[in-house]
């Protein structure tokens, strides 16, 4: 029981950085906009969030610089692509690229210091329960509220929202900075509770895989939870085969949690109407109000 | 603050080159597989750089690039050579064969590729012999273990993290003989999460002491984390571990790179398969902490004999895994150790 106990944190653990940038990206895409910059919010979350914590003290201090990086990254982004409007795949690319670069230039002198973690009770730390009442607050705003329509709509159609009179521009706008603002949580997440350290590129991928997570779980908030926990727990278990002498291949465990992960949300989005139906169709699209 | 400066430097450089010749004598240049911050192989490495330009001045202009995988290390190996380099370290064993085939293009520069085992006229390999300090842990893990249990995190099944296994084994072994060790290969070199979960699920299932080969201070942390103990890797951890740390394996690159950084400038250089240990330097402990006194001087005597020579971790007949013995192990067994001695449950992952 206690292992199994100890096993469930260590998932909680690994999902939940995941959870928190798909959970971002879920609502950028639904409005229609394409961030491939996920990792580079994310890296510059985590060095943001670590040196928050390490200047002032206070590990939640660094929550806060953490989402503000985050989301000082995704304003730039918007600028580029909804102001100056930049192709969104391309300025997606160059902003990891950017943030991989800065966080290193910001961290340089964090390297090789130990961090201050976050408190956690049992093993589980604030931002667990946070990430669950994100999942059920994104849920229902999308699906629940008048807001979460205009979102929609704008991200399925920019043209009818804006003839309806919704600012097209400002959604987005919007839903790019709460996507940057879950980046950078996520980021933040690594550096002060996941391993409480800065090392350079220490998200390691983790923000592709959340934004591969965003696509195969059909934008939908309840199938990016199950992702990144089916996620976190194929990783684990892999782990735990090994641990236990069990005589698979390790290369083969190391990629199961992909394999499994894109497997199973491949099976579950077998209804080709409902994939359609949350798809948003001018995602990526730029929008240009007088044409 | 040193990396905007030296991005302006190397800019300015760039510029300057076409009009101005250029005032050092030798460009040495290093590949590194990892991020110069991850505080452990690559930032090892680029203290070496550090070095040389510390010990040799004005003679020598440096370059560097970081985090290149593997696949990427073609391109950058070629352009270093296409921008002058006399002399490109390649820091990582997958590196082999792009350095290889870039060597044979470019046969005026040299080529140092670290802990591989294939060389040409103009490429040299060059590697530390880590496994002696894991003889050494292995010792203290033995003595300093309650469950006698292991949790050994690695990246890749590659020769110089086999031989390092075995020899901690053998280390363990000369203390403990049943001694146990749990293996988890995280097929990477760099994922602090992930460095992080594999210790985590060790210390679940009965070990209580981490080891790793992986690059991250990330798994010495959880056993602090836990109340369990641990090693530092590559670089002294302590400062992430006070707790937990009991020694680290530390690199010491710095007197190798401007020992062939010099050969190249007096024009001494020649292709060779170098293989620094405790010895030379290359390889050293740091301070021994979290322990009783006993088990402290056991294992400054271990590395004194190490030292020494007086003791070899491989030394005498060994038993591998499969039960049939080796009655000498030589150095070229170790550089290409593709399998376990005995005492080891894991499968070797081939």
Redesign the interface.
């Given at each position: 029981m206690d292992l199994l106990l100890t096993l469930v944190s260590i998932i909680m653990t690994a999902a939940t950085p995941l959870l928190l940038a798909a959970l971002g990206e879920t609502v950028t895409e639904r409005a229609g906009v394409l961030n491939l910059g996920v990792e580079g919010m994310m890296i510059m979350g985590a060095v943001a969030g670590f040196a928050g914590a390490a200047l002032s003290g206070n590990p939640f201090v660094g929550v806060v610089t953490a989402i503000l990086a985050g989301m000082a990254m995704a304003l730039l982004f918007g600028f580029l692509t909804l102001t100056l409007l930049a192709n969104q795949v391309a300025t997606g690319l160059a902003l990891t690229l950017l943030g991989l670069g800065l966080s290193a230039l910001i961290g340089e002198s964090f390297v090789g210091q130990p961090g201050i973690k976050l408190p956690s009770w049992a093993g589980i730390d604030p931002l667990v329960p946070f990430s669950f009442a994100m999942v059920a607050a994104v849920s229902w705003f999308l699906f629940r509220s008048k807001g979460g329509l205009i979102v929609r709509a704008v991200g399925v159609s920019h043209a009818s929202a804006h003839a309806l009179g919704y600012n097209v521009v400002g959604v987005r706008y919007l839903a790019v900075l709460f996507g940057g603002a879950m980046a950078g949580l996520g980021g933040g997440y690594l550096s002060l509770f996941y391993t409480p350290q800065w090392v350079e590129n220490m998200s390691a991928g983790r923000g592709w895989i959340a934004l591969a997570l965003v696509v195969f779980a059909s934008w939908l908030p309840l199938r990016v939870l199950a992702g990144a926990y089916l996620f976190g727990t194929i990783s684990i278990l892999s782990f735990v085969l090994q641990a236990a002498g069990v005589g698979i291949p390790s290369q083969f465990l190391s990629s199961l949690p992909y394999l499994g992960t894109i497997l199973a949300l491949v099976v579950i989005s077998g209804n080709k109407a409902l994939t359609r139906r949350n798809t948003p169709a001018n995602l990526g699209q730029a929008f240009v109000p007088d044409r | 603050?040193?990396?905007?400066l030296m991005t302006v430097a190397a800019a300015a450089m760039m510029l300057g080159a076409a009009g101005a010749a250029n005032a050092a004598d030798v460009k040495a240049c290093w590949v590194y597989v990892?991020?110069?911050?991850?505080?452990g192989w690559s930032?090892q490495h680029h203290q070496g750089l550090e070095a040389v330009k510390k010990e040799l001045g004005d003679k020598v202009e440096t370059a560097y690039a970081?985090?290149v995988t593997e696949a990427d290390s073609e391109k950058t190996f070629e352009r270093f050579a296409r921008e002058g380099c006399n002399i490109i370290f390649a820091t990582s064993f997958g590196y082999m064969d792009p350095v290889l085939k870039v060597a044979a293009k470019f046969p005026d520069v040299k080529f140092e590729h670290a802990t591989g085992y294939k060389t040409a006229d103009n490429v040299t390999t060059y590697n530390a012999k880590f496994h002696e300090g894991r003889y050494v842990i292995g010792q203290i893990a033995a003595k300093m273990s309650k469950t006698g249990v292991a949790?050994y995190i690695v990246s890749f099944?590659i020769p110089e993290v086999v031989a390092g296994i075995n020899s901690f084994m053998l280390g363990a072994q000369s203390v403990n003989p049943d001694f146990k060790v749990?293996?988890?290969?995280?097929?990477?070199w760099?994922?602090?999460?992930?460095?992080?979960?594999?210790a985590?699920?060790?210390l679940?299932?009965g070990?209580d002491i981490t080891v790793q080969h992986t690059d991250?201070?990330?798994p010495l942390?959880q056993a602090e984390?836990a109340g369990a103990l641990g090693f530092g890797q590559a670089?002294d951890q302590i400062?992430?571990a006070p707790k937990a740390q009991l020694t680290a394996i530390v690199d010491n690159w710095a007197p190798y790179y401007v020992r062939r950084v010099n050969d190249v400038l007096n024009g001494t250089w020649k292709s060779q398969q170098s293989w620094d240990g405790m010895a030379e330097g290359t390889v050293s402990m740091a301070a021994y902490t979290n322990m009783p006194e006993d088990v402290a001087k056991m294992a400054a005597e271990t590395a004194e004999a190490i030292k020494t020579g007086k003791l070899t971790p491989f030394g005498g007949k060994i038993t591998k895994q499969d039960g049939s013995v080796v009655d000498a192990v030589d150095d070229g067994m170790i550089l290409g150790m593709n399998w376990y001695v005995k005492g080891i449950?894991?499968?070797l992952?081939?």
């Open positions: - | 603050m040193k990396k905007f990892g991020p110069i911050g991850d505080y930032y970081e985090n949790g099944p749990k293996i988890v290969w995280v097929n990477t760099f994922d602090p999460a992930k460095e992080a979960d594999a985590k699920v060790l679940s299932q070990a991250s201070a990330a942390q984390a670089s400062k992430f449950d894991d499968q992952p081939q």
